[in-house]
């Protein structure tokens, strides 16, 4: 006698897609590592915090890839009070205690200095985050910290990119890793390569304790809330089209732009041998057509 075949419940089905999804999370948050050697034997690396769903999953993800990696690091988070308004003070402290991480509360009232010279109406994210990196920063040192993980991911990459080209006019985008302006210290975005969807999901299935920003996060009119939105909405007419923009900051070609700081365009002669560079690689419309042999890997895909 056959078995009778039952098709999996709806809790089996959702533990396959969390399983899935936390493999996902993990192995993308390995790769950057890996790709851009942001941690290192020794290190202390410093996770910032804040109460939202990014670093809420940055830390939680790096918990567990120390746990298994072959390198032994150290971590600490480190959580600004802003002293915003109603911000329950209470909910980070008692989280960081049951995730068994050491951490550190820093308490700066810079929500006064922003309402005082922000004029109501204006965007307050630039003198905010000016605020908050100084100090950041000014901590890293005092713990001792030789990394600074910030929960940045790859929507948020690609919003960067794109607000520098409307309204900087900069082809410039947000690094995986980097030096701060100072030189003292190395700031690094273990989620580079991770989908703010999945994010959004690894915290809900987490119950992280989300603590709303009473600042930007209250800004419904920021040209970046705007950008988000372009992007989501391309994400969700034309598949593919934002891992191929992600995948293209990492794929540049300098002979193909304008900046004469970059690339020798004045001294530029023809030398008669063939440039695998040239001008071959576009079509009739001056786009680039690279056959599936050539294309390149996107590396964050699950």
Same mark, same amino acid.
């Given at each position: 006698?056959? $078995?009778?075949?039952?098709?999996?419940?709806?809790?089996? %089905?959702?533990?396959?897609?969390? *399983?899935? /999804?936390?493999?996902?999370?993990?192995?993308?948050?390995?790769?950057? @590592?890996?790709? #851009?050697?942001?941690?290192?034997? !020794?290190?202390?690396?410093?996770?910032?915090?804040?109460? !939202?769903?990014?670093?809420?999953?940055?830390?939680?993800?790096? +918990?567990?890839?120390?746990?298994?990696?072959?390198?032994?690091?150290?971590?600490?988070?480190?959580?600004?009070?802003?002293?915003?308004?109603?911000?329950?003070?209470?909910? /980070?402290?008692?989280?960081?205690?049951?995730?068994?991480?050491?951490?550190?509360?820093?308490?700066?009232?810079?929500?006064? +200095?922003?309402?005082?010279? +922000?004029?109501?109406?204006?965007?307050?994210?630039?003198?905010?985050?000016?605020?908050?990196? !100084? @100090? &950041?920063? %000014?901590?890293?040192?005092?713990?001792?910290?030789?990394? @600074?993980?910030?929960?940045?991911?790859?929507?948020?990459?690609?919003?960067?990119?794109?607000?520098?080209? #409307?309204?900087? $006019?900069? &082809?410039?985008?947000?690094?995986?890793?980097?030096?701060?302006?100072?030189?003292?210290?190395?700031?690094?975005?273990?989620?580079?390569?991770?989908?703010? /969807?999945?994010?959004?999901?690894?915290?809900?299935?987490?119950?992280?304790?989300?603590?709303?920003?009473?600042?930007?996060?209250?800004?419904?009119? &920021?040209?970046?809330?705007?950008?988000?939105?372009?992007?989501?909405?391309?994400?969700?007419?034309?598949?593919?089209?934002?891992?191929?923009? #992600?995948?293209?900051?990492?794929?540049?070609?300098?002979?193909? &732009?304008?900046?004469?700081?970059?690339?020798?365009?004045?001294?530029?002669?023809? *030398?008669?041998?063939?440039?695998?560079?040239?001008?071959?690689?576009?079509?009739?419309?001056?786009?680039? *057509?690279?056959?599936?042999? *050539?294309?390149?890997?996107?590396?964050?895909?699950?």
């Amino acid at each position: 006698m056959s $078995a009778v075949f039952e098709p999996p419940t709806l809790k089996e %089905r959702l533990s396959v897609e969390l *399983t899935k /999804l936390s493999k996902r999370l993990h192995r993308q948050v390995g790769q950057a @590592i890996v790709d #851009f050697n942001m941690i290192e034997e !020794g290190d202390k690396v410093m996770v910032c915090v804040s109460g !939202g769903k990014d670093s809420y999953a940055l830390l939680d993800i790096l +918990i567990g890839l120390r746990a298994r990696a072959p390198i032994d690091f150290e971590i600490v988070a480190v959580n600004l009070d802003q002293k915003q308004p109603g911000f329950p003070d209470h909910v /980070l402290p008692k989280y960081l205690k049951q995730a068994g991480v050491p951490f550190h509360i820093e308490n700066q009232d810079t929500y006064s +200095i922003v309402k005082r010279v +922000i004029p109501e109406g204006k965007t307050m994210c630039s003198l905010c985050s000016r605020l908050r990196r !100084g @100090i &950041l920063y %000014r901590v890293a040192g005092e713990l001792g910290a030789t990394k @600074i993980a910030l929960g940045h991911h790859r929507d948020d990459m690609l919003q960067t990119l794109f607000m520098n080209m #409307f309204f900087g $006019a900069k &082809l410039k985008g947000m690094p995986a890793k980097l030096v701060s302006d100072d030189g003292k210290n190395i700031v690094i975005r273990p989620l580079a390569y991770v989908n703010e /969807l999945d994010l959004e999901r690894w915290a809900a299935h987490r119950a992280f304790p989300i603590i709303p920003c009473t600042l930007c996060g209250s800004q419904d009119n &920021l040209q970046r809330v705007q950008t988000k939105q372009m992007l989501r909405d391309w994400d969700r007419r034309f598949p593919g089209r934002i891992d191929n923009m #992600f995948n293209a900051m990492g794929n540049v070609v300098p002979s193909h &732009l304008m900046d004469r700081n970059l690339y020798p365009f004045a001294t530029l002669k023809a *030398t008669g041998v063939a440039d695998s560079a040239g001008d071959h690689a576009f079509d009739d419309e001056g786009c680039d *057509t690279p056959s599936p042999a *050539t294309a390149i890997p996107i590396r964050a895909q699950p």
